[in-house]
């Protein structure tokens, strides 16, 4: 499974964001997607889970309201909508495959793309 993240960039406190995953390989399918932040000097943490059929999405406490996971099966690739951004919100994002929706450790890791949001 291989996955490309791409969409981040700078923006302002209060702008909107939307992060793109094209996954490939021939069993991404079967995994569930996920999105993952980290910020130097801290552990890399889930910011929010979705299958491919987005019948099961799931948003973390400090981002829900304000960010939502999706996927889109035609297109094999994974969006994350980032709205209302926070300074805090600065990280860099990862995209991942991850074996089942309460698995912990992804199996696949996409590259990393760094969203910067300015006060």
């Known amino acids: 499974v291989q996955l490309q993240a791409s969409g981040g960039g700078l923006v302002q406190a209060g702008d909107s964001l939307r992060l793109s995953c094209a996954a490939s390989?021939?069993?991404?399918?079967?995994?569930?997607m996920g999105w993952f932040r980290q910020t130097p000097g801290k552990e890399r943490e889930v910011v929010g889970k979705v299958n491919w059929g987005s019948s099961f999405a799931y948003s973390a406490d400090s981002v829900k309201g304000r960010f939502t996971v999706s996927a889109d099966s035609a297109k094999n690739t994974v969006y994350l909508q980032m709205n209302n951004l926070k300074p805090e919100d600065t990280a860099v994002y990862y995209c991942?495959?991850?074996?089942?929706?309460?698995?912990?450790?992804?199996?696949?890791w996409g590259q990393g793309t760094l969203v910067t949001v300015s006060s």
């Open positions: 991942a495959a991850l074996s089942s929706y309460a698995s912990l450790r992804p199996t696949y």
């Open positions: 390989g021939r069993t991404f399918s079967n995994y569930v």
